[in-house]
């Protein structure tokens, strides 16, 4: 079992900057594909950047170039650097581990002046 603890949501204005991480338990991370995704009231969970075993990196359109999802196998922990942020990133981030479904419990970022 597979357990994963985000952290590093909270409010910033237009523009600015956060970084969410998650860590995950279990030994065998490295392995593992690790993804970012978020979800607002009303509408699907969709997919914002994935991390394969041997980071290769996959973004949604609407934040490439914005943000950057790494991970660290030493630290068990994948992160998600997001700048030039805007009011419609606002969300409930959620950290996912495959294979599988293994989820977070989420972190919610809000982007308001």
């Known amino acids: 079992q597979v357990q994963l603890v985000e952290s590093g949501g909270g409010l910033v204005q237009p523009g600015g900057s956060l970084r969410l991480s998650c860590a995950a338990s279990g030994s065998i991370f490295r392995l593992m594909i690790m993804g970012w995704f978020r979800q607002v009231p009303g509408k699907q969970r969709e997919l914002v950047a994935q991390i394969t075993s041997d980071s290769t990196t996959n973004y949604a359109a609407s934040v490439k170039g914005r943000f950057t999802i790494s991970r660290d196998n030493a630290k068990n922990t994948v992160y998600l650097q997001m700048n030039s942020l805007k009011p419609e990133d606002t969300a409930v981030y959620y950290c996912?581990?495959?294979?599988?479904?293994?989820w977070g419990r989420g972190t919610q970022v809000t982007v308001s002046s």
């Open positions: 996912k581990a495959g294979p599988g479904e293994h």
